[in-house]
């Protein structure tokens, strides 16, 4: 069952790194962090590669795959065809730590600069109610396994490190339309801070984020885009900005 | 090598799944410095992993639900082994818990009304789990993670800095507990990254590290799961109470090889998912237990009707605590009647319409889907028996959460024993990290201002560095990935499902080979970053586990929960009244027995007198309760 297939794995740290070819037993079924764990127990005792859950649901194993932004424990053998070289390397748009490790610091600093939720004051213990409906909005984005794949997608800053200061990245714009789009929360303007803070309106929509999310979260339809409506509304049109809003919280 | 990193915290959180981040949230707010350790990056911890839901008695579902009898299910669960107080303080604040995460932002399913929806779970009596589809731990992590960056936010406008009182060391592993004059006076460890290693300086350290899965074969657990928090617990002078008890999850995927264990969520049979073996019996309607007779439908038309009605109807068998699913499970394959890959069929596709099982289990459409090729809308899963909990765990003081014994010490959430007594109900451990992460920051910052610290001295820092320096300095030792191979197949064959005298025998004198073969590990490459180097320290802490769970499982001459002995079956009275402690002398764990506390006689009187005699002994049903 189990069939030879070639790896060429990333090797290196921050001064210096490169590709290396190995030969490793594939089995039935197995996924790509299988085979990486196998040239780690049998052949590289010493690789670095993350890994948790080994189920799609963590987001530790993110690295590139053949140049793609993947999932190592959702990327299956049998997807690549007999023979096929598969080149795995370490995330481009964060600095390497080691071999496949990079350092996504850059991520946990931006989450501190999002506004966290603020909660209705009067709202004691399980009082407050809301609609399925109205939450199921929210809960897309918070389906988030913080795999940061989009990140790394990003040409904003994939390409362009100098953006990496004024621009967020598309996991904090789910980030602020999943509190924005929040039944219950109370800090207002958040599309606004999105678009003056955040760098939203530096996205020019290419949906890469979109395509490689793994939990498929509809990241540039169903957050960038209304975010991104909204702030032209606001910027253009104030009263109607005013009367949504004041709507909004009275149906609230 | 490089110089020595110190810190100095008020609070030392080693662990950021559920019960670490709700502790250090509870010591910050409680207005101390505390740190937060995390072995992977900040927000991967296990509990994401969590699927069902947290079970509280808000009744939102069923008004007839309440504490007491949220405390009964639990207590039923466990087979009346737990500790009385845990399972009480549980049942009374978990709803309490659960409506604070809502006021911390998270978003949980709804009722018509509005309010949290609750679902059913194998033996809770009423719909009970709130719930976020099936990504609930991912809910909690995150709206605990986010707690902490408010409260970093709110640091960052006072003090100027973001990490002024709660700071969070993502990748980094304890390796010592310290202690001087007999209290905690801190921890050490590395940096994953580097290698270089660290002194925390803290009078309270929590243990909040989860479970030990990842010494068996076939586990739902992440590469995470090695009992650090209860070695650790043990060499600074803890106890463990009962490890003999493992809770096999009866649904893990079997197919393909490489996905063998991840965990299939309970709430597949809570929505109605039914379990058939290949005759294509549904098989769970043999498998009622004496003790359970009375809640659990014997034929299929009651069992179905249950799901419209809950009150005239027994509940079907899928839904029988997890202990008694995976056993049922264990004797259809071995009797012939599983699948060609050793497991048994789940299915929910002839009994739900396809866009309500993709709305309501989401992300196990997904995994079978991606990871099996399998359409759980159009064919059965296949499923068996995983190890997914640990029962045993650091015996805590139930209202503080202090490590019996070792003043400075607290446990929480998986690390911690007694609360599940010999069995957890599904729902339970997320409400548990809850309820007990709270009482254990409580405690932990109680301590901290009734006491004055203590420093770390030289010899101790010396000593733990040397220990990490070991792995180095041995050379063409042992590999430290072999080592871990043997020990899981040890235990998979010899302390798994089914337990016997002699094989326990056997896995005991094997397990202590291979601790003596570890002291000569030796690791290649440097210290940045190595896989190697860390499992090293991480099978250490396997094997010590390992250890204490063979010799409790020797000792205890009975079938209950999560531990069964195929020369004991049956459970016994006399048991039920024993707790197994596990210590370490240094050189091995020594297990002793000890007197489960007694249950009072207000929650005595709580059940039925003729269900507590399925458990007690007539004297105890005679005394009723301890007071």
Redesign the interface.
């Known amino acids: 069952m189990a069939r030879k297939v070639n790896l060429r794995i990333w090797r290196g ?1 921050s001064t210096s790194g490169s590709l290396q070819n190995v030969e490793v037993d594939a ?5 790509v962090l ?1 085979v990486i764990h196998r040239v ?2 049998t052949q590289m ?16 194993c993110s690295m590139e795959i053949n140049g793609k932004p993947r999932l190592a424990c ?1 990327t ?1 053998m049998s997807s690549f065809e007999e023979g096929e070289e598969i080149t795995v390397t370490p995330l481009r748009a964060f600095p390497v ?3 496949l ?1 990079a350092d ?1 610091s850059f991520n ?1 600093k931006k ?2 600069e ?4 603020e ?1 209705p004051p009067e ?1 004691g ?2 009082e ?5 409906i109205d ?1 199921e909005r ?2 897309e984005f ?5 795999c940061f794949l989009c990140q790394d997608a990003c040409h904003v800053i994939r390409d362009h490190e100098e953006n990496k200061k004024s621009f967020a990245g598309p996991r904090f714009f789910i980030r602020i339309a999943e ?1 924005d789009m ?1 039944p219950l ?1 109370m800090l207002k303007n958040r599309q606004r801070t999105a678009q003056e803070e955040h760098g939203l309106g530096m996205c020019n929509i290419t949906k890469c984020c979109t395509e490689v999310c793994p939990e498929h979260i509809r990241i540039t339809d169903n957050a960038i885009i209304p975010m991104k409506e909204r702030v032209v509304d606001v910027k253009y049109d104030p009263a109607r900005w005013l009367g949504s809003k004041i709507r909004r919280r009275e149906g609230s | 090598m490089t110089e020595l990193e110190r810190y100095t915290y008020d609070v030392l959180v080693i662990g950021a799944g559920g019960a670490g981040l709700r502790a250090a949230v509870e010591a910050r707010e409680a207005g101390l410095r505390v740190a937060i350790i995390c072995k ?5 911890a ?1 509990t ?2 969590a699927e069902g839901g947290a079970a509280a008695s ?1 009744g939102n579902v069923n008004g007839g639900d309440n504490w007491q009898v949220h405390f009964r299910d639990t207590m039923r669960g466990g087979k009346f082994l737990n500790h009385y107080r845990m399972a009480e303080l549980h049942a009374k604040e978990s ?2 818990r659960i ?2 995460l ?4 998270a ?4 009722t018509k ?5 609750q679902r059913n779970f194998g033996g809770h009596e009423y719909p009970r789990l709130a719930h ?2 099936d ?1 609930t731990g ?2 909690l992590i ?1 709206t605990m993670q ?2 902490i ?2 409260l ?2 709110k640091d ?1 406008r006072e003090y100027g800095d ?1 990490q002024a009182n709660i700071r969070v060391f ?1 990748e980094l592993t304890i390796t010592e507990i310290i202690k001087e004059s007999g209290k905690i006076a801190g921890a050490y460890g590395y940096w994953r ?1 580097g290698g270089n290693e660290v002194l925390f300086e803290a009078p309270a350290v929590i243990i909040a590290t989860g479970g030990v899965g990842k010494t068996f074969k076939i586990t739902s657990n ?3 799961g090695t009992g650090d928090g209860h070695a650790l617990a043990l060499k600074a002078g803890a106890n463990l109470v009962d490890m003999e008890f493992l809770q096999f999850h009866p649904t893990g995927m079997v ?5 063998r264990g ?2 299939v969520t309970e709430s597949v049979r809570g929505e109605g998912g039914v379990l058939t073996n290949t005759a294509g019996e549904r098989f769970m309607f043999k498998y009622i237990p004496e003790v359970f007779k009375d809640k659990y439908a014997d034929n299929e038309e009651e069992a179905d009707r249950w799901y419209l009605d809950q009150d005239n109807n027994r509940r079907p068998p899928e839904l029988l605590p997890r202990d008694e699913v995976a056993r049922a499970i264990n004797t259809e394959v071995k009797a012939g009647r599983g699948t060609e890959h050793g497991g048994v069929f789940l299915d929910v596709s002839q009994r739900i319409p396809a866009e309500i099982i993709k709305k309501r289990l989401p ?1 196990m459409w ?2 079978f889907y ?3 090729g399998v359409d759980i809308t159009k064919e059965a899963m296949e499923v068996g028996p995983t190890c997914h909990y640990v029962m045993g765990g650091v015996e805590v003081e139930p209202d503080t959460a202090a490590a019996v014994g070792v003043p400075g010490l607290y446990a929480a959430g998986e690390v911690a024993g007694g609360m599940h007594g010999s069995n957890r109900l599904g729902g339970n451990s997320l409400s548990d990290l809850l309820v007990f992460g709270r009482r254990a920051g409580m405690g932990a910052a109680a301590y901290v201002k009734s006491v004055t610290a203590v420093a770390v001295s030289d010899a101790s820092v010396k000593a733990a560095a040397e220990r990490i320096q070991t792995p180095f300095t041995n050379s063409g030792g042992e ?1 430290a ?1 072999s080592l871990h191979q043997e020990l899981q197949e040890i235990t998979h064959n010899l302390v798994g499902i089914i337990r016997t005298g002699p094989e326990l025998k056997d896995a005991i004198a094997k397990i202590v080979d291979i601790r003596a073969r570890s002291k000569n590990v030796s ?4 210290r ?6 860390h499992l090293a320290f991480d099978l250490d802490n396997m094997l010590l586990v390992a250890e204490s769970t063979a010799k409790s499982a020797i000792a205890r001459e009975e079938s209950r929960g999560g531990h069964t002995r195929d020369d004991f079956p049956g459970m016994n009275d006399k048991w039920r009244q024993v707790n197994h402690i596990s210590s370490y002398n240094g050189s091995e764990v020594v297990v002793r027995q000890q007197a489960l506390p007694a249950i009072p006689k207000e929650l005595f009187d709580l059940f039925d007198i003729h269900e507590l005699e399925k458990y007690m002994t007539p004297e105890e049903i005679t005394k009723g309760g301890s007071n």
């Open positions: 740290d089995n039935e079924g197995e996924v299988d780690q127990a005792g010493d690789l670095a590669v993350r890994w948790n859950c080994k189920a799609g649901k963590c987001g530790s959702m299956r730590i080691k071999d490790v996504v946990y989450a501190l999002i506004p966290a939720y909660h709202l213990p399980g407050a109610r809301m609609e399925q939450v929210s809960q918070r389906k988030c396994i913080e509190l929040h929360d | 992977s990056l900040f927000g991967k296990h994401v992993m808000m709803p309490d409506y604070e809502e006021m911390w932002g978003l949980f399913d709804r009304e509005g309010k949290i929806s976020v589809g990504r991912l809910e995150r986010q707690k960056v408010q970093q936010q960052a973001a993502a990254e992440s590469w995470e197919w393909p090889p490489s996905v991840i965990l992300s997904h995994q991606e990871l099996a590999n990935y690791v290649a490459g440097d940045k970053f190595n896989p190697g180097f």
